[in-house]
């Protein structure tokens, strides 16, 4: 079974400090990692994925296999980053190709 | 506009009444997820279908059902809906899970459903 977990409901950080949203998963296939982002009163959207190695609005994600961990981290955050966070993965190609298992969900509010 | 409907927005009603929740993308999607959003719990998945006729189980199917006879449309089925189903849920569609080139995952607006 695939399980994704992030320990952090809540956290808050100033303007312009780092920040950093845990995602921990199991997994025993190989996994596809994303980070997706709700704002208030928007959709959900995707912020990136693993695979794509990018930066999306200053904001990376490195998988760590041996750590099984996918954090999101922005050095410096502003306060538009204030959002729910979601770490999500999917088996890459196994027998559940296609099902995506979501996190619990972290509330980032950066403060002015 | 490239977009994924959802009806009705906003839904209460009782206890083992059946009810459909319809979702609609006009974007040609093979890929269509459900989702349910719930406090504490996050976004879990219900159903997806990867293409005309393929369904297959999320995290939390039970108490749902689906279908996918054209590919615009994947209605929510609730055959005798209870409490515990009252809850946000959300449609997603994708042009197809290629997993690894997957395009950016279309959400609906929520569908907000009370069961009395």
């Known amino acids: 079974a695939q399980r994704v977990t992030q320990p952090e409901k809540l956290l808050s950080v100033f303007k312009g400090a780092p920040v950093e949203l845990k995602c921990n998963y199991s997994y025993s296939g190989s996994p596809e990692l994303f980070w997706y982002v709700q704002y208030s009163r928007q959709r959900l959207q995707l912020l990136l994925r693993h695979i794509s190695r990018e930066s999306i609005k200053g904001f990376t994600a490195d998988l760590n296999k041996g750590e099984t961990s996918f954090h999101l981290k922005k050095p410096f955050a502003q306060e538009e980053d204030s959002a729910m966070y979601y770490c999500a993965l999917s088996d890459a190609g196994g027998t559940s190709y296609g099902k995506l298992t979501f996190g619990q969900g972290t509330i980032l509010t950066v403060h002015p | 506009e490239a977009q994924v409907t959802q009806n009705p927005r906003y839904l209460i009603t009782v206890t083992g009444k059946k009810l459909t929740v319809t979702c609609s993308q006009n974007m040609n999607h093979e890929y269509m997820s459900w989702y349910r959003q719930d406090p504490g719990l996050g976004l879990r998945q219900i159903y997806y279908?990867?293409?005309?006729?393929?369904?297959d189980k999320g995290d939390v199917p039970e108490g749902y059902k689906v279908s996918r006879k054209e590919k615009r449309n994947f209605p929510l089925i609730l055959e005798s809906p209870s409490p515990n189903q009252t809850s946000l849920y959300f449609c997603?569609?994708?042009?197809?899970?290629?997993?690894?080139?997957?395009?950016?995952?279309?959400f609906g607006p929520g569908t907000r459903l009370t069961v009395l």
């Open positions: 997603a569609s994708l042009p197809w899970w290629a997993g690894g080139n997957t395009d950016t995952q279309y």
């Open positions: 279908s990867m293409n005309v006729e393929v369904t």
